[in-house]
């Protein structure tokens, strides 16, 4: 699986945007599809996540209510719809996929992912 991240920018507080994962080498619905993202001195942290399903969605409490990932199977992508940004919210932003054969498993943590994209920089000025 390849995987492309894309959509990020510089942006104010309180704006939004919508960053774009695209997938080649399989299909999106054949795997768990995954957001994270890593602020410069941080570890790499869970984002959000859909299920193979597509009927189960997680996401990290800090973004809860403000993010939501979905996915367009038909064309083989997977989004990331970020509202109300915070200036905390800046950090390099990555998709991963996990093969897992749950149908229903949102994985948070970083070793169950099997494939990665490049990272696509978000920033959020105050």
């Known amino acids: 699986v390849q995987l492309q991240a894309s959509g990020g920018g510089l942006v104010q507080a309180g704006d939004s945007l919508r960053l774009s994962c695209a997938a080649s080498?399989?299909?999106?619905?054949?795997?768990?599809m995954g957001w994270f993202r890593q602020a410069p001195g941080r570890e790499r942290e869970f984002v959000a996540g859909?299920?193979?399903?597509?009927?189960?969605?997680y996401y990290a409490d800090s973004v809860k209510g403000r993010f939501t990932i979905s996915r367009d199977e038909t064309k083989n992508m997977v989004y990331l719809q970020m509202n109300s940004l915070k200036p905390e919210d800046t950090a390099n932003y990555y998709c991963a996929a996990d093969q897992t054969f749950s149908t229903i498993r949102v994985s948070q943590a970083n070793r169950d992912y099997d494939y990665w994209g490049q990272g696509t920089q978000v920033t959020v000025s105050s």
């Open positions: 859909i299920s193979r399903s597509g009927g189960s969605t």
């Open positions: 080498g399989r299909s999106v619905s054949s795997v768990a």
